[in-house]
Nanobody
């Protein structure tokens, strides 16, 4: 059974930083992508960042334009944990952040197979 468990959310002032973690277990496919998404109140869920494992793609890691240069995705393979370092946070970054995983299909911004329960990030102005 696949489990993705996020942690690290919280409350921070604008300009501050948070680091999210996603601990994965039960993933049995040999190559894939870990992604972070977010959903703000009243808005659709949107892609944030993606990083591959056991596969190389010239476009990965990949970031949404809204977070490029401020967020960094990374992965600790032995720990099966994916991180999202978020710096220079803005009130518009306030959302529930979700970790997701998918088998490698050549795409990485949609069609994820597994999802975590989400962690709240609130950025005050």
């Amino acid at each position: 059974q696949v489990q993705l468990v996020e942690s690290g959310g919280g409350f921070v002032q604008a300009g501050g930083s948070l680091k999210l973690a996603c601990a994965a277990s039960g993933l049995t496919f040999s190559s894939g992508v870990m992604g972070w998404f977010r959903q703000a109140p009243g808005k659709e869920r949107e892609f944030v960042a993606a990083i591959p494992w056991n596969v190389w793609h010239s476009g990965l890691p990949y970031y949404a334009d809204s977070v490029k240069g401020r967020f960094t995705i990374s992965r600790d393979g032995p720990k099966n944990t994916t991180y999202l370092q978020m710096d220079s946070l803005k009130p518009d970054d306030t959302a529930v952040y979700y970790c997701a995983a998918k088998r490698w299909t050549g795409t990485f911004t949609s069609e994820y197979d597994y999802w975590g329960q989400g962690t709240q990030v609130t950025v005050s102005s």
